[in-house]
């Protein structure tokens, strides 16, 4: 990943300091050092998503974590040792922190301590435009912020700007687990009515038949989004760059439906972040199909794959009909194909290809690229079938004039 261009353009876009972080991840027995590099590669996504510059890493390899340190006494003394010589102004880990380990890793290193479920939540944070967005963050840090309370203390009361402290602000400082569990009921309330809102909203569109774009974050759906609709929905090669829920109505042929945009996914999201966020994606729960959009030019696309699934079976939509939408595959051929392959060759290995992620994930699927629109004449007649039929078994006995 080049970030150094990433870091030029976010220092001009948003005049924003950028933060040094290091990185820290745990190698636990059931996971292999590639897993955790790869995790730790969309860990520094992320933090660069947030503002900061990871400068470098540090793995350990453990057996159970530290109840303390998470990471044990030795490789906290190496990380201290680094930072005399290469300051950070604060360290990410990988993996979800007690309030206990965060304050006491604080006290030891002097620098501000996050984990990957705080940073999730920063970038929520800075990205929540509307009302509804606004409150489901908050809710989620506070969700976050209560089992952690007794360990954060001294934490809260050193708290200052940055990442990982965007969010309801100061009066965390002072509170206790009884005003944060009336905040959070206040926000369910508030959350309750906005979805009511909502529902009214939907209700007016049911004779609509209802397509959603899914799948794990920064895979193009936004982009794809505005060439199938050919609308103006804001889109961004940075991880969460759509929160809020976009529905356009879309008439193809004269044939009219829904088509929404939804957050994207991704490993080790926080359970609380998917509650929170459960009355956004009613939307994929009300959809008639789901459009899954991969970036097949990443190379763990099929773990983004699964995780996406796992992730719509937690929402109890896992038996919607799905296609796999197979995006970027020009930038697929550009990092997997030697320019010196004929055409028929790269065309049966690109079959071999689609037919080899049909036997693992038995979904119709669609190598596409929104980038250069090829294949999308082929993708939108695929989607069109679909609607139809959908028009012909909700409507039987009504003559729609597009079909």
Known sequence: MNSSWNIEQRKKSTNAEIEKAILVGVIL??????????????????????????IKRFTQKVNGLDSRTVIGKGKVEEI?????????????????????????LEEILKVKIVDRSSLILDIFASRAQSAQAKTQVELAQLQYILPRLRGMWGHLERQRGGIGMRGPGEQEIETDRRIVKEKISLLKKKLEKIDQQNLTQRKNRDELIRVSLVGYTNVGKSTLMNLLSKSDVF??????????????????????????????????????LIESFKS??????????????????????????????????????????????????????????????????????????????????????????????ENIGSFRLMVKEIIEKYYMIRYPYRTKTWI
């Open 80 to 104: 201290q040792a680094y930072m005399e010589h290469f300051p950070a102004d604060l360290i990410i880990f990988d993996d979800d922190l007690t309030g206990k380990q965060q304050n006491t």
């Open 235 to 272: 889109a961004e090669n940075k991880l969460f760059a759509t929160l809020d829920t976009t529905v356009r109505k879309v008439v193809w042929d004269g044939m009219p439906f829904l088509l929404s945009d939804t957050v994207g996914f991704i490993r080790k999201l926080p359970h609380h």
């Open 280 to 373: 956004t994606l009613d939307e994929v729960r009300e959809s008639d199909i789901l459009l899954h959009v991969v970036d097949l030019s990443h190379p763990q696309h099929e773990d983004h794959i699964q995780t996406v699934l796992d992730t719509l079976k937690e929402l109890g939509v896992s038996d919607k009909p799905q296609i796999l939408v197979l995006n970027k595959i020009d930038a697929y051929r550009e990092l997997n194909f030697d320019k010196l392959l004929d055409d028929n060759t790269k065309s049966e290995l690109e079959k071999e290809l689609l037919a080899n992620l049909n036997s693992k994930f038995p979904f119709t699927n669609i190598a596409v690229s929104a980038h250069t629109s």
């Open 29 to 54: 027995p059931n996971q292999t050092e590639r897993l955790v590099r790869e995790h730790l590669d969309e860990l520094e996504f992320l933090a660069l998503t947030a503002g900061a510059q990871a």
